[in-house]
Structure formats: C-alpha cells, structure tokens
C-alpha cells in the first residue's frame, strides 16, 4: 500500500486522508494552520461561538447517497440536524417572501403577495419539484444528473438563464427582489432551484454544533483510521527523487517523503508556489473567465442581548442607496443562531451578517490589511453602518447588540492561502454545466490534486467528493479494486 501526503486539512484533504486510511494506505495530511477545517472552521470570542461556514449543509437527508459520505467521513450519522422551516426569508417594504420547508405553503405565499405572477410561479416551483425528482444530487453521479437536466424541457428554460434574468420574467418587484437576494445576479437560475430542491427535500439542514464541530468530527475520524495530522506544517515546495519518489519541503526547513502527494489547495497555490509552474489551460481559462468570477464577503458578529427575536434563520432585507454604496451591495443578509444555545450565554444569541464582494473589493481588501490602522478603521466603520441598519429594521434589537467580530476577504486570504480570499469555487454562469476538470498534473503522475476548485462552485459536498476522487485515482493507479 501507499505512503500518501496531503497538503492541506481543509474538507478536501480530511476526505482525502479518510479515504486513503480506508483503502489500506498511510496518509499524513499537513495543514499550515494550527487546526484542520479550512473554512469549516468557527472561533470563540469570550463567551460567545462564531460560526464561519455553514449555512446549510447539502446532504443531510439520511436517503441520499451525499448523506452516506458524510457518515463515511464522520460529518454526520448519529448527530442531530437542525431544520429550519425557513432557508430564507426576503423583505422589502414591508412585504416578507420566504423559501418554506414546505414547497406548497412557499408557493401559496407567492401567490398572495403575486398573483399577477401566477403561471411564473407556478412554473418555479414545478420546476424545484422535477430538480427533487433526482434522487441524487451529489457525490459521482451529480455530473450525469446535471447532464439529464438538458432534456428536461421544464427545466432547459432555467439552466438557459441567470437569477437575474428568471427575476426579469416577474411583474411584481417584491418577487424581482426575491429571486436575486440570495446569489445575486450573475448566477445561473438553475443554481437557485438546486438550493430550494435540496433545503425544500430535507436535505439542507445545519448539524448541530455547525463548522467547527463538525470538522473536528471529521478529523477524530481520519485519527482513528489510523492516520498522520500534523499542524502548523506549511509545505513550500514539491519535487520528485531520482527514484519516483515526492519530496516535500516545509517552511521549518524539513522535508518529508511520499509515494504519491495530494494537493487540496486552491490551483494557484499548487501550481504556482508549490509545483513552481503555470497553471493548465483548462484551470487557467476559469480564471480568466469574466463569465466564472470569483468572490467573498463581509461578515460581523453580534452579541445579542435576547433570544427573542423578530426574525428567524436567514433575513435578507434591501438597503437604503447610502448604505447600498458604502457596503457596495443592494441587500443584508443576516442570520440568527438561536438554534445553537451552546454559542451565547443563556438568554442570548448571536446575530452575523454578510455581504458578497466582487474581486476588485476582494483585492482592495487584501492590499488594505498591509496598513492595520487602517483596516481597523474600514471595518469598524462597515460594522457600525450594519448595525445601524439592522437596528433600523428592527427597532426592539436597539441597545441589545454588541460587536464582537468583523472578517473579510483579508481575513479569509490570510487564513486560507486562496488568492483573493474566496471560500468557494468560480461562480456558474447560466448555459453552463459544472465540468469537473481532471485531476491529474501533466509530467507529474504521482501528484494529485483535490481541490474544490476543479469544479464550480465548489463548496463542502464538492471537496469532500474531489478528496475521494484523488484516492480512487490513485487506487487505480496502484491497482486496488477495493470499494470506497
């Protein structure tokens, strides 16, 4: 059997140890950070838990073939999941539009705040009913099933628009703001149906404890498989012995051996730093793409002094043109986190915010951290500028709220190593199928990599499938038939 290293602790590389543990090799996963997770990650300040990551978690319906690999990693099966009855709620002036666990009570809300948009409607959440009717969503088979979509002439409407565009099909302007809250406009209208298939089926729902617990439940797992977890181990470089064999340098000045390397960091890293070469075509077009963006966000945490709350789950709500400009977005998302009571005290809660940038404020972001000064101010400013309007929107929270935390794409590029601090893959555009780009370097057949950002848009259930994926190539390679 192999002696495998894993750069990189993150979802991907703690799949990939697991998998390589369960198919009889050795894997040692080393991680810069001092804990592994990556972005599946949360933080205590004082008495409160910051929870960075997940806002659902795709592959929490037990009948899933997502949900068996979660179990297989040790995310999920005997731990409790927390379902909302709501993904989101949207409101502008007055008028508040949810995406229901229950798809009927959803569509009859829509239709009293809309009925001039009654067939659109109706054709919405006929369509959310037919993406439910694949019963899987993930894991191997999620490229056939996005390819089956294309015959789907109910379905063939919306892989061929963006949010922005299914939102223009709409009369009432309530329902305009709905469709585009949450992703945006760029992204493709079929995305959306996904994320209200997925949480609608059950089948996006939080785990208790959220990031952070969960990245510990899977890094006890790869342990007690057996394998190697070193932290604060940065590696710098990769090169190959006369004999085949992976040298690995590490910034400490030592070197470690392996049969074969797998990379689970973003292709920039890997390439560029790691493997000292450009980046293939294929990857280097995705980063090119101005149709493929890459992107991150704002966030602040809030101490709130009641758990009893106007507002339930995620609250999106249209800001006024001032703040619009400042935050350099048209809507607030914020999220409670009443449903987790060992974050806050007893008889209080935690209330974060966030706020997508593009790459440009990604990078202004990034530069901006080189002058502390400076960049504490930027955020204490951004903070009191939401604060404000979540206290304007919701008049009983004034006085209760508290700062106790603002990251931004700085925060994740410094963390993470990703370029302009993005947590998840390239943006999917309309007309466009999530290709998974392969996994192999050319020239170099015992470095594998597994990485998120092989297929967009990445996220979790996409890291842990490409971590798997590294390990079955290599199985391959190595001629192993057994099933993992």
Known sequence: MAEILIIGGGVAGLSAGIYAQLSGHHATICERQALAGGNLTGWQRGDYHIDNCIHWLT?????????????????????????????????????????????????????????????????????????????????????????????????????????????????????????????????????????FATFCGGNGGIPVGSSLAMAKRMTTRFLNLGGTLMLSKEATAISEGETGVQIVE?????????????????????????????????????????????????????????????????????????EQAALKTENLIIREYSHEKAFAPEGETIIQSLTFCNETTCREFIEMRKNPIKYRAKKKEL????????????????????????????????????????????LLPSKTLPKKLNNLVKGRPRVILASQWLQSPGGLPIAAQVGKDAILRINQKEKIKKSI
Not at 75 to 101: D, I
Not at 153 to 162: A, E, G, N, Q, V
């Open 59 to 195: 592959g929490t319906n037990p009948k899933t073939a997502l949900y068996q690999m979660w179990t297989e990693l040790g995310a999920l099966g005997k731990v409790k999941v927390h379902q909302p009855n709501t993904l989101y709620t949207y409101e502008e002036g007055g008028v508040c539009l949810s995406v229901h666990f229950d798809l009927d009570k959803m569509q009859e809300e829509l239709l009293s705040i809309a009925p001039e948009d009654e067939k659109e409607i109706k054709s919405l959440i006929k369509a959310v009913r037919a993406v439910q009717s694949f019963k899987k969503l993930s894991g191997e088979k999620r490229n056939v099933f996005l390819r089956e979509l294309q015959a789907l002439p109910r379905l063939f409407r919306y892989y061929r628009m963006t949010t922005g565009e299914l939102a223009a099909r709409f009369k009432n302007p309530y329902m305009q703001g709905f469709i585009t809250s949450m992703l945006g406009e760029d992204f493709a209208a079929l995305a959306l149906l996904i994320v």
């Open 250 to 322: 590490f910034s400490d000045g030592t070197m470690l051996t392996a049969d074969y390397v797998v990379i689970a960091t973003e292709p920039n890293v890997a390439f560029e730093k790691l493997l000292g070469e450009a980046m293939p075509t294929d990857m280097d077009k995705r980063y090119k793409n101005p149709k493929m963006p890459r992107f991150s966000s704002i966030h602040c945490a809030f101490a709130c002094k009641t758990d009893n709350l106007p507002f339930h789950a995620d609250f999106i709500f249209k800001l006024p043109k001032k």
């Open 383 to 426: 903070a009191q500028i939401i604060q404000n309007a979540i206290e304007r929107k919701f008049p009983q929270l004034s006085g209760k709220l508290q700062l106790i935390d603002v990251w931004t794409p700085a925060t994740y590029h410094r963390y993470t190593n990703a370029e302009i601090g993005s947590y998840m893959a390239f």
